[in-house]
Structure formats: C-alpha cells, structure tokens
C-alpha cells in the first residue's frame, strides 16, 4: 500500500472539506492511537468530531440569522418564580415536535413574566433541532409589512417572514399597530398556516386582540387559523423586574419619595 505522508492527508481532507479533521490530525490521531481503536472505532471517531464541529458552526450561523435580542435558555428560567408555568410542558415544547407539525404557540400574560425568555429559548432548542428560526417584535414585524406594501414589495417581504421554519413575533400588543396592520398580519398568517409554525407573545388575552388590531373581523380570521394548530400558555404572576425592584427595597422608596413631595405641595 503507497505510503501517505502528513501534507498530502491534509490536502485530501481539504479537498474532501474536512476542515475539523484537517485543523486538529495530529491530535486527533495521537488520541485514536493512544485509545489503541480499531480502524473502524477511529473512523468513528474523526468524523463525529468533523460532524461536531459542522454542527457546532451551523448552529453559531442560524442563531445569528435568528436575531434573538438576548441570550436565554431554559436552565435560566425561574419555574419557581412563575408557578402558573408547567415545567413539564415546555420541556416537551423544548423537543419541537411542535414544530415539525407547523403547529403554533401562544405565550399570553403580564409584561415581565419571563414570555419573551421562554420565546428565545424554545427558538434555540429549535436551531439546535436544526429548524430555521426568526425573531421579530410585532411592531417591527408590522412596520416592515406596511413598508413593503407602500414600496410594491409585499409579496416579497412575505414570503422573508413565512421562509423560517419558526417564526417568533415578540411583544404583540404592546405598541399600537399600523392602520392596516390586521389585514398585513393576516397575510402572513395564512401564507405560513400550516406550513411554517409562529410563536407569538403577547400581553393580552386573545379576546382582546380584536381591539389590538383595530378590527376584530381580521383578527378573529387571524385567531381562527393561528389556534387551529395551537398550544396556549398563559402565565400568571409578578413581573420579574418589579420583584426585583421590590427585594432591593426601590418601590417602597420611590412611595416614599411620592409621599414626601405630595406633603411639600400641600403644606
């Protein structure tokens, strides 16, 4: 068998584009040989360390393309805190079978009690299940839609928005919406229904949306397709910050401030 020194290898895996065996052979084949593998357990061994590193890099890739606004993971979130949230459940949502079905998930509750945590870490378990993800505030989302309907551009920012496998739409009722905003979002919940999952967040309840959009004949439409295929969590409980706020001691003395000018007007 003809011999194959160290620089021709490297320019094979090159060809080949395996970079993460081409990066680390030495060590890797130090490490093989110490472990005293056979030739089919080191094969093994250097291809799942080549997949590692492909894997390792689409995932780095995919939740830039995300643009979540932060980073958060489940570990991270305070089931204590927020009793109303069952661990189970999430941690079920966390495999995205969900979204393998293009079914929906509704995050409905206060400002400040971890929707938009729970949002950005099912958005990455989804990346690392490889799915595409998007993340967008409702306003933005709107704002983009109505933009692109001025310009003539509408079909194609729709089809953008209804491109990721999961489409993550933040803070729905928060900011008042476009005038048009109800026929805009409808649009592209019928371009993604059935065929892309969403995760919205809102805090309000979806009776309530009608007045959020300004048309509560669009947006029962958009609720009709949207719970078709749809979990509902709605949580109940304090905001996080305010909480906070409350331990360090800052809303009794803001009170206490209020109080205080309050006495100095009156006197």
Same mark, same amino acid.
């Given at each position: 068998?003809?011999?194959?020194?160290?620089?021709?290898?490297?320019?094979?895996?090159?060809?080949?584009?395996?970079?993460?065996?081409?990066?680390? *052979? &030495?060590?890797? =084949?130090?490490?093989? +040989? %110490?472990?005293?593998?056979?030739?089919?357990?080191? #094969? @093994?061994? /250097?291809?799942?360390?080549?997949?590692?590193?492909?894997?390792?890099?689409?995932?780095?890739?995919?939740?830039?393309?995300?643009?979540?606004?932060?980073?958060?993971?489940?570990?991270?979130?305070?089931?204590?805190?927020q009793?109303?949230?069952?661990?189970?459940?999430?941690?079920?949502?966390?495999?995205?079978?969900?979204?393998?079905?293009?079914?929906?998930?509704?995050?409905?509750?206060?400002?400040?009690?971890?929707?938009?945590?729970l949002?950005?870490?099912?958005?990455?378990?989804?990346?690392?299940?490889?799915?595409?993800?998007?993340?967008?505030?409702?306003?933005?989302?709107?704002?983009?839609?109505?933009?692109?309907?001025?310009?003539?551009? *509408? &079909?194609?920012? =729709?089809?953008?928005? +209804? %491109?990721?496998?999961?489409?993550?739409?933040?803070? #729905? @009722?928060? /900011?008042?919406?476009?005038?048009?905003?109800?026929?805009?979002f409808?649009?592209?919940?019928?371009?993604?229904?059935?065929?892309?999952?969403?995760?919205?967040?809102?805090?309000?309840?979806?009776?309530?949306?009608?007045?959020?959009?300004?048309?509560?004949?669009?947006?029962?439409?958009?609720?009709?397709?949207?719970?078709?295929?749809?979990?509902?969590?709605?949580?109940?409980?304090?905001?996080?910050?305010?909480?906070?706020?409350?331990?360090?001691?800052?809303?009794?003395?803001?009170?206490?401030?209020?109080?205080?000018?309050?006495?100095?007007?009156?006197?």
């Open positions: 068998m003809e011999t194959i020194d160290h620089d021709a290898l490297v320019a094979m895996l090159d060809r080949l584009k395996l970079t993460a065996i081409r990066d680390q *052979l &030495d060590t890797l =084949l130090d490490e093989a +040989a %110490r472990s005293d593998m056979t030739l089919r357990e080191a #094969l @093994g061994f /250097l291809v799942s360390r080549e997949i590692a590193r492909r894997d390792e890099r689409r995932i780095e890739m995919a939740t830039k393309l995300a643009q979540f606004p932060f980073v958060r993971e489940l570990e991270g979130f305070e089931w204590a805190a009793p109303s949230v069952d661990q189970r459940q999430i941690r079920e949502l966390a495999t995205c079978r969900w979204i393998a079905h293009g079914d929906a998930l509704l995050f409905l509750g206060p400002p400040g009690t971890g929707k938009t945590h949002a950005v870490s099912l958005g990455r378990a989804a990346i690392r299940h490889n799915y595409s993800v998007q993340f967008v505030t409702a306003a933005t989302l709107v704002a983009t839609l109505a933009k692109a309907h001025g310009d003539g551009r *509408l &079909d194609e920012q =729709l089809t953008i928005y +209804a %491109r990721p496998k999961l489409l993550i739409i933040d803070e #729905l @009722g928060y /900011l008042p919406f476009e005038p048009d905003a109800a026929h805009l409808f649009q592209l919940v019928s371009r993604r229904y059935e065929r892309g999952s969403m995760m919205v967040t809102s805090n309000r309840s979806v009776v309530e949306w009608g007045t959020v959009f300004g048309d509560p004949v669009v947006a029962t439409a958009i609720l009709d397709r949207l719970l078709h295929h749809c979990s509902v969590i709605t949580i109940r409980g304090d905001s996080y910050r305010l909480r906070e706020k409350r331990r360090a001691g800052l809303l009794q003395k803001a009170g206490t401030a209020h109080e205080q000018q309050a006495e100095n007007v009156n006197q």
